[in-house]
């Protein structure tokens, strides 16, 4: 079974400073991880993705996540943040080894980035 | 990149009645389309595999009596909530996959979802 855990529900963070959503995993092979952003009443908008290489990931509007494996965790980061970044961003993970599986999300963690 | 459609974007409807909601991929073909559901500040939560040209997986705990789900061709599926009632009143997400599916170029492009709410 694969599970994703996104520990903090809110993140509050002031314009201009930087910003770190966390994300751990756990799948029973080698994980597909990816961040979603979603604003209200909308879908999913992809962020970016790590399959494999480096473990620094660069993604849309500034954003960044860092696969660490001992840590099975994928924290996304932006250095500087706007307050346009407010949304709910989720984390999600896939298992590349077993074949056919889906997507299973974490449960969103609200960014508020304040003037 | 790959654009998928959802329409309505906002339904109100009566209890009791059933709605259709449909989900296209405008400039891909998806043999596979997911289902999900949010409610409220939560995550997704799949309810549906959908697979053209076959029946849909569902997920444990989703009716399918309840959550018709109809994947006719490569760029459309639908799911039709049949016999609405207030608690099916959700935010209902499509996606759909380009490449194989247990492949590195797997791809997963979600619509802007649904509102749905039944009175």
């Known amino acids: 079974a694969q599970s994703v855990a996104q520990p903090e529900d809110q993140v509050n963070v002031a314009e201009g400073n930087p910003l770190t959503v966390k994300c751990t995993y756990s799948v029973s092979g080698n994980p597909y991880l990816f961040w979603y952003v979603q604003y209200p009443n909308r879908g999913l908008q992809f962020l970016l993705k790590y399959i494999t290489g480096d473990n620094l990931v660069k993604g849309s509007y500034g954003f960044e996540a860092e696969f660490n494996k001992s840590q099975t965790s994928f924290h996304l980061k932006k250095p500087s943040a706007l307050v346009s970044d407010s949304a709910l961003y989720f984390c999600?993970?896939?298992?590349?080894?077993?074949?056919?599986?889906?997507?299973?999300f974490g449960k969103g963690t609200m960014l508020l980035v304040s003037p | 990149g790959a654009v998928v459609s959802q329409h309505p974007s906002r339904v109100i409807c009566k209890s009791g009645t059933s709605v259709k909601i449909e989900c296209r991929s405008l400039?891909?073909?998806?043999?596979?389309m997911f289902w999900y559901r949010q409610f409220p500040k939560q995550s997704l939560m799949l309810m549906a595999t959908s697979n053209e040209g076959s029946k849909a997986t569902y997920e444990q705990g989703v009716e399918k009596d309840k959550f018709l789900i109809n994947h006719a061709s490569l760029t459309l599926s639908t799911l039709t909530v049949t016999s609405a009632h207030p608690e099916d009143s959700s935010f209902y997400i499509c996606?759909?996959?380009?490449?194989?599916?247990?492949?590195?170029?797997?791809?997963?492009?979600f619509g802007p979802g649904t509102r749905l709410t039944v009175l």
């Open positions: 400039d891909f073909q998806a043999t596979t």
């Open positions: 999600a993970v896939r298992d590349m080894n077993s074949g056919y599986s889906t997507l299973t």
């Open positions: 996606s759909a996959h380009t490449g194989e599916l247990a492949g590195e170029n797997n791809e997963q492009f």
